[in-house]
């Protein structure tokens, strides 16, 4: 088994919803190029290599349907490659039957993990809704407990299963699904995983530290457009408008905005209070104004050591700006690098948090 791959093998009966499944999961549409054909049996027995778009390590395989005429349960299993993967999906749109049971076992068997997942939620959802007395959540509790207790009649002890649509993949149980194999995953094998959803890593940290630093002047530079605050007991005036706008596209280049933490706890199933906790800068994971901005300044240090050094000083004559508007420049100059140096602090102790 290749380390820096992550292989997704997507298995079930015939028609069950699997190459559906392996382009929604990508995020590719079913008519893209790159889509695993649809509706189409598949005449060939070989599984096929599907590739992730944002990290081609990650790969789903799209497997012939089990038990068809052509091929039987019993032939088929001999030709799966278990060791080759890292985990199963065994798909149904309807009840799970004796082969997707064989499939289980001998996955079992061979010391892999699978998960159960029960296909084209959103065809149930729509044919309950036509009758009276609808209920969502216990119409899908329905069709869960009809599967576990299939499942266990079929010898299954406590098997769990994840209701899935691929036209509507962000309802019902994908995320829960895809906590669940992150969190079984080792801590390398979820590197590849978060790559697919997170753009942030320590490589990616210290680049964007780099070119944001080399922006920091232009910044300041833009100063002007916007309402003048006059800094707490000091005499120079800042552009509060700059301050937020810089500060703003900080905190998103490093993930450290709302959304982006939010989506990467419903993906690795690490609660977004438990992101926050190890988030020191009081920037990340909340709206920037100019008041919070303000008493973050007012925390940052020496107030009158944000006035000009020297490494700042050598822009003005350059930049051919006058004095008093240079003592701005240089303070924000100043505040922006301060801030840039606790944001990717932050963003190293959440990309470390979602992988233990
Ligand atoms: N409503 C609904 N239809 C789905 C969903 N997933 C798949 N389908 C439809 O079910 C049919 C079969 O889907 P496929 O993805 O081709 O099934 P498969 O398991 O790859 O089939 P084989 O390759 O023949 O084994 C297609 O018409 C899909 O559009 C879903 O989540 N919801
Ligand atoms: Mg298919």
Redesign the pocket.
């Known amino acids: 088994m290749d380390d820096n791959k992550l292989n997704i093998a ?1 298995t ?13 999961f990508r995020g590719v549409s ?1 008519d893209d190029e790159r889509a ?7 005449s060939s027995m070989d599984p096929k290599p599907y590739f992730h778009p944002k990290n081609p390590n990650v790969i789903l395989w ?5 038990g ?1 005429l052509k091929y039987p349960a019993d032939e088929y299993l001999e030709g799966v490659k278990f060791e080759k993967y890292d985990f199963f999906i065994i ?1 149904s ?1 309807t009840r799970f039957r004796e082969n997707d049971v064989k499939l289980a076992r001998e996955i079992q068997r061979m010391k892999k993990k699978f998960y159960f997942v029960r ?5 149930d959802i ?1 044919a309950e809704k036509r009758k009276k007395n609808f209920n969502k959540e216990r119409t899908l509790t329905k069709i869960r407990d009809d599967c576990v207790k299939r499942l266990r009649g079929l010898g299954f002890e406590s098997p769990q299963v994840f209701l ?6 962000l309802r019902y149980d994908f995320n829960l699904l895809h906590q669940t194999f992150y969190k079984d995953l080792p801590k390398n094998k979820r590197i590849i995983l978060l790559s697919t959803f997170y753009k942030i890593n320590p490589e990616i940290i210290r680049k964007k530290k780099q070119t944001l630093k080399s922006k920091i002047k232009y910044y300041a530079l833009g100063s002007g457009a916007g309402a003048a605050v006059p800094l707490p007991g000091l005499s120079v005036a800042v552009d509060a408008a700059v301050l937020v706008g810089a500060v703003t596209n900080f905190v998103h280049a490093f993930g450290l905005d709302i959304p982006t933490l939010q989506r990467l706890s419903a993906r690795t199933g690490v609660s977004y209070a438990d992101l926050c906790a190890v988030i020191i800068s009081p920037l990340a994971a909340g709206e920037i104004t100019t008041e919070l901005l303000l008493k973050v300044i007012a925390q940052l240090g020496s107030i009158a050591a944000l006035i000009a050094t020297e490494e700042v000083s050598r822009f003005i004559p350059i930049i051919g700006i006058p004095l008093s508007l240079g003592l701005s420049f240089t303070t924000t100059y100043k505040i922006l690098k301060l801030i840039l140096t606790e944001l990717p602090d932050d963003a190293h102790r959440v990309f470390e948090r979602v992988l233990v």
């Open positions: 997507i079930g009966e015939s028609g069950s919803g699997k190459s559906t499944f392996v382009n929604a079913d695993a054909p649809t509706g189409v049996t598949e799209d497997f012939p349907g089990i068809t798909m749109d296909s084209k939620i959103d065809n729509n899935v649509s691929s036209f509507k993949l």
